[in-house]
């Protein structure tokens, strides 16, 4: 069982900056499929930004260029750093584990964006 842990949220004024961390209970390994996902009131849930073996990365179309994923298997650690950040960033941020068919996440962490 996997447990993961988000923190780093938290109020930033637009065109500020965030950094989202994910530490994982357990060893990340490096076939680990991991992403950050985002859940703003009453929107569906949507995939933020992924990272697979690799080091292959994808992006949502609205965070390319501002928001970089990485991983430190050593840490466990995955993060999510996020720049320029504009007022229609705010949601409730989750990382997302993918291993052998099964998905594991955190609790999500807040990130509100003010004009």
């Known amino acids: 069982q996997v447990q993961l842990v988000e923190s780093g949220g938290g109020l930033v004024q637009a065109g500020g900056s965030l950094r989202l961390s994910c530490a994982a209970s357990?060893?990340?390994?490096?076939?680990?499929?991991m992403g950050w996902y985002r859940q703003a009131p009453g929107n569906q849930r949507e995939l933020v930004a992924a990272?697979?073996?690799?080091?292959?990365?994808n992006y949502a179309d609205s965070v390319k260029g501002r928001f970089t994923i990485s991983r430190d298997n050593a840490k466990n650690t995955v993060y999510l750093q996020m720049n320029s950040l504009k007022p229609e960033d705010t949601a409730v941020y989750y990382c997302?584990?993918?291993?052998?068919?099964?998905?594991?996440w955190g609790q999500g962490t807040q990130v509100t964006v003010s004009s």
């Open positions: 997302n584990l993918g291993r052998n068919r099964r998905a594991y």
């Open positions: 990272i697979i073996s690799g080091g292959i990365t």
């Open positions: 357990g060893s990340i390994f490096s076939s680990d499929a």
